[in-house]
């Protein structure tokens, strides 16, 4: 009999035996129901252990699947960003070859039209410069007749007088040679700037060459002249050499060239914003100048180009360039290389000459461009180039 039935038994009756026969079947049903209770209470007490279980383990493989699939976004996640920097990168260095193409082909473009020019400009020079050795020669020669031709046959004739008198002979004796010195002097000055348009010519040249650093700086600052005299500035910009002794320095002739240029013309901009002015004439009011110069309007300032090299440990050369103009707030000195960026205004500047003179020292000749600058005091690029480039590459 089954226990719990035995103990309602024991409790309410005391013994089994007390009980009348007739309950006899009524107590085999009731303990039958209690046995088959207890059957299936353990039936479902099995069942929900096995279902426990089962949960508990699809929990865990759902955890573990969890785990694996943020494992696997992580990585795609990671390896998505990797691919959008390199995309952005690639971007990036596709637009600067293409701009550096593009400016290759103009500047290369610009190279055959100087050349042209040059050409052009060189062959009649060439011509009116050989012909003036003659021709002063010839011109001795006549003064020297019509000398002794005054001295032998016509003094004292009244008419040849008058008429030497007329035409300010001796005037003419006098002035004829040093008109042609300058014009000797005049031809001289266009076949050197002649040479120097051939030399800068040289824009797209692709090898290495030994280059004379000096002549190329000398041959872009002929180039610029005209912007450095310019008639629209009261002082004209001063170009203060300070070369060291430099040896020859095996780089890309054209590309250097091309540097020079856009830090030059740079500088020449930054000049020209700036309102110079000299002292005053001594017998001005010294009071007028002192008023100036408190007020830090340039007074007593010309502006000034200074250009300085030398050779670093034996193994890089340093071209410095300076100017004393306003100067580059540092906000903007961070930005002076990127691409597309320009403080000029429209149509004045692309904001590509510092970016593409960046990657020409920095990539073309594993060196060095920086920008020093101070407000109200200037402007100074260094440029730092091995003399042997074939050895550091």
């Known amino acids: 009999m089954h226990r719990l039935l035995q103990r309602q038994i024991k409790k309410h009756f005391g013994s089994i035996d007390s009980l009348p026969s007739e309950w006899q079947g009524f107590l085999h049903d009731i303990d039958t129901a209690y046995c088959q209770y207890d059957d299936d209470h353990r039936i479902v007490e099995r069942s929900l252990e096995l279902s426990s279980e089962e949960l508990l383990q699809a929990n865990k493989q759902l955890q573990d699947l969890l785990k694996t699939v943020e494992g696997q976004v992580a990585d795609r996640t990671a390896e998505l960003t990797k691919a959008n920097i390199e ?25 055959r039209l100087i050349a042209g020019v040059a050409h052009e400009i060189n062959n ?15 011109i001795a020669k006549i003064l020297n007749f019509t000398k002794l031709t005054q001295q032998n046959y016509l003094q004292g004739i009244p008419e040849m007088e008058n008429l030497a008198e007329e035409i300010e002979l001796e005037f003419i004796k006098q002035d004829l040679p040093q008109i042609i010195n300058s014009m000797v002097v005049g031809t001289s000055r266009i076949q050197g700037i002649v040479q120097s348009l051939k030399n800068f010519s040289h824009m797209d040249e692709a090898e290495f060459k030994q280059v004379n650093i000096h002549k190329g700086i000398d041959n872009t600052l002929m180039i610029l002249e005209h912007r450095l005299r310019s008639k629209s500035r009261s002082n004209p910009i001063q170009i203060i050499k300070q070369y060291g002794d430099l040896p020859l320095i095996n780089c890309y002739a054209g590309q250097m060239n091309q540097v020079f240029v856009n830090i030059l013309a740079n500088a020449i901009d930054a000049l020209e914003e700036v309102n110079y002015h000299p002292k005053s004439d001594p017998k001005s009011d010294p009071k007028s100048d002192l008023k100036r110069e408190l007020k830090g309007d340039n007074w007593g300032r010309s502006p000034y180009i200074k250009i300085q090299t030398r050779v670093i440990d034996d193994c890089f050369v340093e071209i410095a360039i300076a100017d004393n103009g306003n100067g580059i707030p540092e906000e903007i000195q961070k930005q002076i290389f990127d691409p597309f960026f320009t403080t000029k205004p429209v149509g004045k500047g692309t904001g590509m000459g510092m970016a593409i003179s960046y990657q020409i020292i920095t990539e073309k000749h594993n060196g060095k461009l920086t920008c020093h600058s101070t407000i109200g005091k200037g402007t100074e690029f260094y440029i730092h180039i091995p003399i042997d480039l074939e050895k550091f590459q």
Not at 89 to 105: D, F, G, M, Y
């Open 124 to 138: 009649p020079v060439n011509f009116i410069h050989g012909n003036l050795s003659y021709l002063k020669d010839y």
């Open 87 to 111: 995309l952005e990168e690639t971007l990036i260095n596709l637009k600067k070859a293409q701009i550096h193409i593009v400016q290759s082909e103009k500047m290369s473009s610009l190279g």
